[in-house]
């Protein structure tokens, strides 16, 4: 794993975390804290802590909940894609592209706290037993600019997930149905509505929401459609 992350300094020492995305093993990214960083890893089937100052990983959570998951059954995995947290978020919202399924994983406390107080190896064990759960689709606009009459009923195939730095909101990116939607992520709030904020016309396809450092501007990378 210490060959996924890389930490390369530029003339001005700029910290750039390289995650290959190749479609198959390591594809979504975001930072913990100065030091520590979540991945998705698709081999893996799991979410990954990784810490860029020794370039190892110290702990990943297995994405086994599903019904009918089989370990040796590579087509039974939810395939993550996104992954986003924050360093004071409890939790993290993962994004899956085949099954289009949104998960919350739920930590006992934030995972840049624990770092700092036990070290990273605590932290890493604290993702190892976090709790996994879906998403459900609950929207009260389920027809979209560009849908005309027809109503979206369920995620399509999700892309890179951004969590507002003040932790109070993530936001997916659907590819499928050219949307950016919003979700709640107060304390329980697995099953809260979820909204669209940024509907696309038909050439463009959402992939990756990000923000910046104070969370005023929210930055979004668009595909066309062929």
Known sequence: LASVIRWCSWWWSFPLVVVVGSGIGPVGVDVVDWRLV??????????????LASQRAWGRRVLDGDEGYREDDCS?????????????????ILSTNFNGELYRIQFDRPLAAVAAQEGPAAAGAMLERSTVHAVPFQSPDKHIL????????????????????GGRAAFIADHEHNVVWQLPTSKGG????????????????????????????????????P
């Open 38 to 51: 979540l991945f998705t890893e698709k081999r893996m089937n799991a979410v990954v802590l990784g810490d």
């Open 76 to 92: 039974t995995w939810p395939d993550p894609v996104g992954i986003g947290t924050c360093e004071h978020c409890d939790f993290a």
């Open 146 to 165: 560009g849908h005309g009459d027809k109503a979206i009923t369920k995620f399509g195939k999700l892309r890179m997930v951004a969590v507002h730095p």
């Open 190 to 225: 697995s099953g809260a509505s979820i909204s669209p904020i940024v509907a696309l016309h038909d050439y463009a396809q959402a992939t990756a929401p990000s923000f910046s450092l104070d969370g005023s501007i929210m930055l979004l990378t668009l595909g066309h459609s």
